[in-house]
């Protein structure tokens, strides 16, 4: 790729500008008008760098980076996409498109999985605006500032939040609250920062979130989720603030804990410009430790070699293989759904090809409601084909490194469509689960006579 290391003004490409990017006036009409649809239902946003340096096109709609940005007919069923392009050609008012837009919305399953409701912590006896506290160890925070991204992905399972149906109320938290938070559970040792994307923030709001935790010794380590890496390196290398970023995450390491960025990258292409290798070398020599993690998504990344180049380039530029992911239930879920045995193979193939420097990664995995699943591979236990699952976080911190089968099924996509082997009925903890559920509190940790972080359990 071309991209040179000369900065460049953030330019913002929305709904609006599909008529006028140059590079879709090749592109058939109708297809046009169909992007123009999707895109009133669902997020659209890309940014001039993806435009210009990462998609590919000549290659058009197949692109895996256009796919991962650029809207598509096949993301809305079929009657829903022609009562919108129905619409638009039309030209209906804007008032009657967005209404028409909020019905499908609302059957696209906007909020997967409950998680919210389970995942706030509260304090003072209120729930906690801004944070998730679901595995022992790290809480999520979600500061108000970092809500939107440099682009979006099609993909993206907050796609909610950006459509504006999801209330941002209890998605958007100040320092105040994650510091007190903080400070009264000894028990996490991690905060992981992310939102939308933390780094849309400048370097100075960021460090009035990042600072107070500094002199907070239980904590080893302060993790920002962030796709800049991918969509916008920029911001590492050359924006106005970016010598500024690189020095709060040094202090971060000076302070003696680990400065992690959790770097979502879905293709080899992503870190193939003179750019993002500038920006990854630019966070080593920061001390910021970067890992790397995505879903596996149908059209973008569902090949083995695509993952295994992925993983190589990774470990050339000091960047360390993570999670692979499976996509959740949400949004336009089955255009991008890969059946998890699928997953697996892809996992495997890819896996085999790296040495152990990239086995670092795990996958494929379920962020679902008990906790993170992998799906470790499949095999024959009294005869019967089975999933081998196993959790690497539960709810119930005891369930983490737990094995668990369920009967093996090729279509399946999502830990709720499996079923139990071995003649169980039930997963072994769904009784608990229930019962965290029922009692509306799932943090088990915290309840007297639960053993400690290093005590023995
Ligand atoms: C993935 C995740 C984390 C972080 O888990 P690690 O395995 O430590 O990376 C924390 N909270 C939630 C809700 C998560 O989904
Ligand atoms: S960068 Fe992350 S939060 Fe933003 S759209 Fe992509 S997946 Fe969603």
Redo the contacts with the bound molecule.
């Keep these: 790729m071309t991209a040179t290391l000369q900065s460049r003004p953030f330019r913002v490409i929305t709904q609006l500008d599909i008529s006028r990017i140059p590079q879709l006036q090749r592109l058939d009409p109708d297809f046009v008008l169909s992007m123009k649809a999707v895109a009133s239902v669902l997020?659209f946003?890309a940014n001039n760098y993806v435009l210009e340096e990462l998609i590919d096109w000549s290659n058009i709609p197949a692109d895996p980076i256009f796919q991962l940005v650029f809207p598509q007919p096949g993301m809305l069923q079929p009657q829903d996409l022609a009562s919108m392009r129905a619409l638009i050609a039309a030209g209906a008012p804007r008032p009657r498109i967005i209404e028409a837009a909020r019905e499908i919305q609302h059957r696209m399953n906007p909020h997967p999985a409950g998680q919210k409701q389970l995942n706030v912590p509260e304090m003072d006896g209120e729930p906690v605006a801004g944070m998730q506290h679901k595995y022992r160890e790290t809480v999520l925070f979600f500061p108000q500032a970092g809500q939107?991204?440099?682009?979006?992905?099609t993909?993206?399972?907050?796609?909610a939040q950006?459509v504006g149906i999801e209330d941002l109320k209890f998605a958007s938290g100040s320092p105040q609250t994650l510091v007190r938070y903080v400070e009264q559970h000894p028990e996490v040792t991690s905060v992981l920062f992310?939102?939308?994307?933390p780094l849309v923030m400048n370097s100075k709001i960021l460090r009035q979130y990042v600072e107070p935790l500094l002199g907070m010794k239980h904590l080893l380590s302060i993790r920002i989720?962030?796709?800049s890496t991918a969509?916008w390196p920029y911001r590492f290398v050359n924006d106005p603030d970016s010598d500024d970023l690189l020095r709060l995450f040094e202090q971060v390491d000076r302070s003696g804990k680990n400065m992690a960025i959790m770097a979502?990258f879905s293709h080899p292409r992503e870190l193939q410009t003179d750019i993002a290798r500038e920006a990854l070398a630019r966070l080593a020599n920061a001390n910021a430790t970067v890992r790397c993690q995505a879903p596996l998504i149908r059209h973008v990344n569902d090949d083995w070699r695509c993952w295994s180049e992925m993983w190589r380039e990774q470990i050339r530029h000091n960047a360390i293989p993570y999670y692979m992911f499976v996509e959740r239930d949400t949004g336009p879920k089955e255009y991008f759904k890969v059946p998890l045995a699928r997953c697996l193979e892809i996992f495997q193939k890819a896996y085999a090809t790296v040495s152990g420097l990239g086995r670092t990664v795990r996958g494929p995995s379920m962020s679902c409601t008990p906790g993170k699943v992998v799906v470790d591979g499949v095999t024959e236990i009294q005869g019967q084909k089975v999933f081998v699952l196993k959790f690497l976080q539960g709810r119930d911190p005891q369930w983490s490194g737990r094995i668990f089968f369920a009967a093996y099924d090729e279509n399946a996509a999502w830990l709720d469509d499996l079923k139990p082997a071995l003649g169980e009925t039930r997963f072994f903890f769904e009784p608990e689960l229930e019962a965290m559920k029922a009692s509306g509190n799932a943090r088990v940790w915290q309840k007297p006579g639960f053993p400690g972080l290093l005590e023995e359990n």
């Design positions: 997020p946003r939107t991204c440099h682009a979006y992905c993909y993206c399972f907050r796609w950006f992310t939102g939308g994307d989720g962030t796709k969509y979502h």
